[in-house]
């Protein structure tokens, strides 16, 4: 009798469990299709691009979706031979990589500073930072541009680099600050002890812990300022100076444009950014996912 009532008690626990057990599975199901959605949604624009760098003009209109033949290389022929893509290329390598350089070590000695330091005045100094994230400087476009006349580097790449230098510090500063502040005060103490500078606790120890908080950084401006129109229209007007975004204009004529062409130095100008992704993703995901686990 035992094992009886022992055996329909389960049974009837499976199947009080079951409402439940679908509710979740479906939920499940519906979060998938959200996900699967999402991808496409994303990808599509993407595919599409690709896929029209390898068609012509009114092959392009005529089956927009279809898989291209991908031996036809002729678009990237001619806008390699024919165009002054490289030196768009190589201006977008230079303004991006300084600026880079600039928004990663500025930012890094801010945060480490205001992160590790107690002193007067390190909160005010954060939230000025802080400021940066809520003032588009979009809106002093006519003070940006009276002063890089002043200066003397207006139509310079330079003026390219110390805006987009301004415009990534803030985004900067506030993710290491935080995971600056999250490191052990062991680790400088027992270095202290051993006799370490400040340079070399910070370069040596404490900036190895933060690589993955870098990447995030550093993807974070690194797209917005590879692909970024509005400030080299406004202060570079010679073609030899022109970065990717503003240079692929010039494929775009009056009356007729070759959107192969287009679309082939489209997808050249992403390839750069989504390598760099690839290469760091995992430095990427896991500064994303530190903060879950102590």
């Not at 290389?73 to 977008?92: A, Q």
Request: proline content about 5%; charged content about 10%.
């Amino acid at each position: 009798m035992s094992t009886a009532s022992a055996t329909a008690s389960r049974k009837a626990m499976t199947y009080g469990d079951r409402p439940g057990m679908l509710a979740s599975l479906g939920r499940d199901g519906l979060l998938q299709i959200i996900l699967i959605a999402n991808t496409i949604i994303m990808l599509a624009p993407i595919v599409i691009m690709v896929f029209s760098a390898f068609k012509t003009t009114p092959q392009i209109f005529q089956a927009p979706f279809s898989i291209p033949d991908f031996t036809q290389v002729g678009n990237f022929i001619k806008i390699w031979n024919e165009t002054n893509f490289l030196r768009y290329l190589l201006n977008s390598f230079f303004v991006t990589g300084a600026s880079m350089v600039l928004i990663l070590t500025l930012g890094t000695m801010a945060a480490y500073a205001i992160g590790r330091y107690a002193f007067t005045g390190s909160s005010f100094i954060l939230m000025f930072f802080l400021a940066g994230l809520t003032l588009p400087l979009k809106l002093a476009i006519i003070p940006l541009f009276m002063l890089m006349r002043d200066l003397g580097i207006l139509n310079n790449q330079l003026s390219l680099i110390f805006v987009y230098t301004a415009m990534g510090l803030p985004t900067t500063v506030f993710i290491m600050t935080g995971f600056i502040r999250s490191l052990p005060n062991e680790l400088e103490d027992a270095a202290r002890m051993d006799g370490a500078s400040e340079a070399r606790i910070m370069w040596a120890i404490m900036l190895p812990l933060v690589r993955p908080a870098m990447v995030i950084a550093g993807i974070q401006n690194v797209v917005p300022i590879w692909n970024d129109f509005f400030f080299p229209l406004v202060f570079i007007q010679n073609d030899n100076l022109k970065t990717l975004p503003q240079g692929l204009t010039t494929f775009m004529g009056e009356y007729t444009t070759d959107w192969g062409v287009l679309f082939s130095g489209l997808t050249l100008s992403a390839a750069p950014i989504v390598i760099i992704y690839i290469v760091l993703s995992k430095q990427f995901i896991a500064g994303m996912t530190s903060g879950a686990v102590k």
